[in-house]
């Protein structure tokens, strides 16, 4: 068996000197590579966490139900056009009827109130004519489906006793002709306004 146990002939003069300045190896302050390598894992899992966290965060803002600036103002199909929403129908029926299917849509044949909106109906309207909630009795004034009279804003041609929007502007026929149509509604900005006062 050897002797472990050394004196001080066996240790080399030099180290003997310096004995209060050599580390320890308890205490070694050598980064050995293995340390060096788990310390980096440890920094790139923390890296990593905190980018899944954030996604994570941010994945559940964007799930929740969007406020109400984000909702369409107008339903599937419709066009929006200063604060009213219009359907152009494909089909082609008479006016009765026309006034009957917007009924069922809580809308009405289109009152047209303004030029631009005359602009806009134009516009899209395509080459078909299209009925408009414009009707008389024969004689008597024109009304629009809410009972109001009309205000002279557009001339109508023609002595039909139901009015359609044509290239040309406003036009009239009798109701039993087909035809397509536009209905409207205010949007749904409109809808929570006028809501809100009542």
């Known amino acids: 068996m050897h002797d472990t146990s050394y004196t001080e002939k066996d240790v080399p003069t030099e180290l003997l000197a310096n004995l209060g300045s050599l580390p320890s190896r308890k205490h070694s302050s050598t980064v050995t590579p293995n340390r060096a390598l ?12 905190g980018i899944i966290a954030a996604v994570s965060v941010t994945g559940i803002k964007f799930q929740q ?20 929403c219009f359907y152009f129908s494909d089909d082609m029926k008479n006016w009765t009827f026309s006034k009957r299917f917007c009924d069922s849509l809580d809308a009405d044949l289109v009152k047209v109130e303004t030029l631009q909106e005359m602009d806009f109906l134009l516009r899209y309207k395509g080459p078909s004519d299209h009925w408009i909630g414009l009707s008389r009795e024969h004689g008597q004034p024109w009304k629009w489906t809410n009972g109001t009279e009309w205000t002279s804003k557009f001339s109508i041609r023609g ?8 290239d040309k502007g406003i036009s009239s026929a009798r109701p039993y002709t087909e035809r397509k149509w536009i209905c409207s509604k205010p949007d749904i900005y409109a809808q929570m306004r006028m809501q809100s006062l009542t």
Request: charged share 20%.
């Open 159 to 166: 002595r039909g006793e139901c009015a359609y929007v044509n």
């Open 38 to 49: 788990v310390f980096s894992t440890i920094i790139c899992l923390t890296i990593m966490v």
């Open 65 to 84: 139900k969007p406020s109400e600036c984000f909702e369409v103002a107008c339903p599937e199909n419709w066009i929006g056009f200063q604060r009213k």
